[in-house]
């Protein structure tokens, strides 16, 4: 079987499986779904109105049966309406999807970049001061909830100096442009992107110190080899394994991306998880899980697809 065709298929059984999981764990968790819709109304109070609408929904039905109906509607491009807000669920991921896209990919192209240049800074000068700092700063950064570095980073650069926006994605009223985009976007990325830099930053200081001591870096040097042409060797020798461990953990930036959304009052689909969760929208949770999950699996099918095509060996 081609590498490709078992790689692909081996993603959607892996998909297949962590919806079942998902469906499950979300049907035996806490909260209600009546409690989303009626919340504390007279309506919540009545037992008969609760069996009818249970019925209407088709929830009291086995799980099973729930789930491969779910699945079926899936297959066919329909993904199903809220129970929370009768809203199609289609129309939900639309409005705010855009918005959490921008914040995680631009947040992921950055941590890729200033992890791939501390990092080599912080293996080429091995404990120097500079290394020391890089390694304190992102760990300094790494060490506190992303949600309280957004507190803090609203606290002083929105409160107290008044340079950027505390929240949202635009002016009030005015009409939506990308520089306006850019300068609500701004704190944002700068607080998911440093949260999640020390790892990077450290695997990829880890990747060039052991590189360095591979025997093809020694021969070159002995040979004469000029050193900016031994960096272009060393860190061509660890692109892939870099790029490999930053597609494994995709899924870090997607969780951090939903928690910073909240903070900052993004209208991506954070803050639709969260409430989707609560209140066992499973069509909903479902969809965004899935939609989470898709794109970390096919993250790493690509990484794996482009890795094999560059070294056949790997």
Same mark, same amino acid.
């Given at each position: 079987?081609?590498?490709?065709?078992?790689?692909?298929?081996?993603?959607?059984?892996?998909? &297949?499986?962590?919806?079942?999981?998902?469906?499950?764990? /979300? @049907?035996?968790? !806490?909260?209600?779904?009546?409690?989303? =819709?009626?919340?504390?109304?007279?309506? $919540?109070?009545?037992?008969?109105?609760?069996?009818?609408?249970?019925?209407?929904?088709?929830?009291?039905?086995?799980?099973?049966?729930?789930? &491969?109906?779910?699945?079926?509607?899936?297959?066919?491009?329909?993904?199903? #309406?809220?129970?929370?807000?009768?809203?199609? #669920?289609? @129309?939900?991921?639309?409005?705010?999807?855009?918005?959490?896209?921008?914040?995680?990919?631009?947040?992921?192209?950055?941590?890729?970049?200033?992890?791939?240049?501390?990092?080599?800074?912080?293996?080429?000068?091995?404990?120097?001061?500079?290394?020391?700092?890089?390694?304190?700063?992102?760990?300094?950064?790494? !060490?506190?909830?992303?949600?309280?570095?957004?507190?803090?980073?609203?606290?002083?650069? !929105?409160?107290?100096?008044?340079?950027?926006?505390?929240?949202?994605?635009?002016? =009030?009223?005015?009409?939506?442009?990308?520089?306006?985009?850019?300068?609500?976007?701004?704190?944002?990325?700068?607080?998911?992107?440093?949260?999640?830099?020390?790892?990077?930053?450290?695997?990829?200081?880890?990747?060039? &110190? @052991?590189?360095?001591?591979?025997?093809?870096? /020694?021969?070159?040097?002995?040979?004469?080899?000029?050193?900016?042409?031994?960096?272009?060797? #060393?860190?061509?020798?660890?692109?892939?394994?870099?790029?490999?461990?930053?597609?494994? *953990?995709?899924?870090?930036?997607?969780?951090?991306?939903?928690? #910073?959304? $909240?903070?900052? $009052? =993004?209208?991506?689909?954070?803050?639709?998880?969260?409430?989707? /969760?609560?209140?066992?929208?499973?069509?909903?949770?479902?969809? =965004?899980?899935?939609?989470?999950?898709?794109?970390?699996?096919?993250? *790493?099918?690509?990484?794996?697809?482009?890795?094999?095509?560059?070294?056949?060996?790997?």
């Amino acid at each position: 079987m081609p590498f490709a065709l078992k790689k692909i298929l081996g993603a959607l059984l892996l998909l &297949l499986v962590f919806s079942f999981v998902v469906f499950v764990a /979300l @049907d035996l968790s !806490s909260g209600s779904v009546l409690s989303g =819709i009626y919340g504390d109304s007279v309506q $919540s109070a009545n037992p008969l109105l609760k069996a009818r609408l249970l019925e209407n929904l088709g929830l009291d039905r086995p799980l099973l049966v729930r789930y &491969l109906e779910w699945l079926g509607r899936i297959l066919r491009g329909d993904l199903g #309406v809220s129970l929370a807000s009768g809203e199609r #669920v289609i @129309d939900i991921l639309k409005e705010g999807l855009p918005y959490t896209l921008v914040l995680g990919l631009t947040s992921f192209a950055l941590s890729f970049i200033f992890a791939l240049v501390l990092g080599t800074i912080g293996a080429y000068f091995k404990d120097s001061w500079l290394d020391k700092t890089i390694i304190y700063t992102t760990l300094g950064f790494f !060490s506190v909830p992303s949600f309280w570095l957004g507190l803090v980073a609203i606290m002083l650069f !929105s409160v107290l100096l008044g340079w950027l926006p505390s929240s949202g994605v635009g002016e =009030i009223g005015a009409t939506p442009n990308f520089s306006d985009l850019a300068r609500h976007m701004l704190l944002p990325v700068c607080v998911l992107t440093l949260s999640h830099l020390a790892i990077y930053t450290r695997l990829v200081r880890s990747v060039v &110190l @052991d590189t360095l001591q591979e025997p093809f870096v /020694l021969s070159y040097q002995a040979w004469g080899v000029s050193a900016l042409k031994r960096f272009y060797l #060393v860190l061509r020798f660890c692109f892939l394994p870099i790029v490999g461990y930053f597609a494994s *953990n995709a899924g870090a930036i997607v969780g951090g991306t939903y928690v #910073v959304e $909240s903070v900052f $009052s =993004i209208g991506g689909i954070g803050q639709s998880t969260i409430n989707a /969760l609560l209140h066992k929208d499973y069509p909903l949770a479902l969809s =965004i899980i899935m939609l989470s999950a898709f794109f970390v699996v096919g993250l *790493n099918v690509v990484v794996e697809l482009l890795a094999r095509w560059l070294n056949p060996k790997w």
